[in-house]
């Protein structure tokens, strides 16, 4: 973990990665490219949940999923703003992922790649918000819905994050 990245606990309990620094603002082409390029540094890594100690591999098709897949391109604003900042902490969202769910590969759509089927997982980043001085005001707390592919080999491959939306909830001071 680095000192950019921080795994901290809100009033309920409940863990969030907080990104100290932003280094996206996910509006270009060519800054998207770069995210890619980043993400494929990930590839052959793994990282475990602490709540199951399920450990989550980064497969060669992650870095594209996530930059170009459909959730991406309806993403706006702060949202697609907070997935491309999500591209640093990918071991710190895997490692505090909670409410597990299972869904089925209908149709056999992903074939050996998602052969046991699909889960999904809650996880939290919050992303400082700056005043018109540079310094830090707040935090937004954002969701992200982490999906995991469960492959032919038995392994579990982290897929892409998806639903990347703003919590309603106060942000943190």
Known sequence: MSNNIT???DAIGKKIV???DLRF???TKEEWNEIEIFLKEYIGKYY??????EKIYIGKDFPDEFVHGKDKTVLKGPNLKAK????LAIGELIQI?????????????????SKYGWYRYDTRLALPV??????????????LRMLVRHDEDGKLYLYDFLRTKK?????LE
């Open 18 to 20: 907080l990104i100290n």
């Open 130 to 143: 700056y005043n018109d001085s540079g310094e830090v005001q707040r935090y937004n707390i954002y969701k």
């Open 25 to 27: 603002k996910g509006k």
């Open 84 to 87: 491309a900042n999500a591209s």
């Open 7 to 9: 795994i901290i606990t």
């Open 48 to 53: 475990e949940i602490s709540e199951t100690a």
């Open 97 to 113: 992922a909670d409410n597990k769910s299972f869904s089925p590969d209908y149709g056999n759509k992903h074939g050996k790649k």
């Open 167 to 171: 919590e309603t909830s106060s942000p």
